[in-house]
């Protein structure tokens, strides 16, 4: 273990995880300001970041671990996409680090993501609300592990709220549209993208030496895969492509420290969830009365799968209007 995390004196937001000499895992501890994961790489004379978190307060934190760990200055972050849990915390790097995205992930942040945080700091009241709607439920609600899950994301969004006033969107200043790498004195470092799955575009990095993919939310451990921005068709093919490489140690976006392995049950939840709904629009039943499959009882971010559910049927409706279209006589 690096001797430097031994007297690294900690971060409430997460737990360090050494995944080869100079490279850290930073797993978001639930509830708190971090809510993804991050990454730290030591390049030899400047420091990568991966993803920066919900909060300012604990992309500070994530930062002073980068510089602590490694000795040297963060030079740059890279935004696997452009959710705020993976780019809420880039101000904090700025002006001394560039950041780093996909050209697609920018414009989306560019366009969408400033007018949200724009929006939310001109009319915070409806966060609130919905804060106070949730804390309402909770008190109500009878499964231990949804009542814990609906906790932690509550007391996660206000710690946003509380870090919001403070918040100055800060948009990449280095895109790349297939792939880049960065080339350190120790390592080099390959930012790839294969398209968008997760999201419209997202990016993830690769250690081959090291044989490590740091994957942003194309790959979760043990979590519900988060579909409202998604496209599971194209998640599948991403998936199958980075199958192809030379991977044992995977950082996922969401959960612990995991391997092919679980980049594996992300590909079998994303076909199953399809069937699911496939099935269900095919026999005329109604997509309320799926329950999540025994498979994925214990995931986390279960609050996820209805949403998950209604995105997929959303898309199967959109396809069979174009089809239905297609057909339609040109008159
Ligand atoms: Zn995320």
Redesign the pocket.
């Given at each position: 273990m690096n001797n430097r995390m031994k007297i690294f004196k900690g971060s409430k937001h997460f737990r360090l995880k050494q995944v080869a000499e100079g490279v850290f895992a930073a797993i978001s501890v639930p509830g708190t300001g971090s809510?993804?994961n991050a990454a730290i790489i030591d390049l030899g004379d400047s420091t990568l970041v991966v993803d920066t978190f919900t909060t300012i307060e604990a992309a500070e934190d994530l930062r002073e671990a980068a510089t602590f760990l490694t000795e040297s200055p963060v030079s740059y972050v890279i935004n696997t996409h452009w959710?705020s849990?993976?780019t809420s915390g880039n101000q904090v790097f700025t002006p001394d680090a560039q950041i780093i995205s996909t050209f697609a992930t920018r414009e989306i942040m560019n366009t969408f993501g400033k007018s949200r945080l724009a929006q939310q700091l001109s009319n915070p009241e409806p966060i609130y609300q919905a804060i106070a709607e949730v804390e309402k439920n909770l008190q109500q609600e009878t499964d231990k592990k949804l009542k814990r899950e609906l906790q932690w994301e509550n007391a996660s969004d206000r710690l946003y709220m509380d870090s919001l006033p403070n918040m100055a969107y800060t948009l990449p200043t280095i895109t790349f549209d297939e792939q880049m790498s960065i080339h350190g004195r120790v390592r080099t470092v390959h930012l790839l993208t294969y398209g968008g799955g997760h999201t419209q575009s997202d990016a993830f990095v690769y250690l081959p030496e090291e044989k490590i993919a740091i994957m942003g939310?194309l790959v979760l451990s043990k979590h519900h895969p988060?579909m409202i921005h998604a496209n599971p068709y194209e998640w599948l093919t991403i998936l199958d492509r980075v199958e192809l490489l030379e991977v044992e140690m995977i950082v996922p976006?969401?959960g612990k420290v995991c391997s092919m392995k679980e980049l594996r049950e992300v590909k079998e939840y994303i076909n199953d969830i399809v069937k699911l709904v496939e099935d269900a629009v095919q026999s005329e039943k109604s997509i309320d009365d799926i329950s999540v499959p025994k498979a994925y009882e214990d995931w986390y971010f279960s609050t996820y799968f209805k949403s998950n559910l209604k995105k997929i049927h959303d898309l199967i409706k959109e396809q069979s209007l174009l089809r239905t279209a297609e057909k339609a006589p040109v008159s």
């Open positions: 809510v993804g959710h849990d993976h939310d988060v976006g969401h």
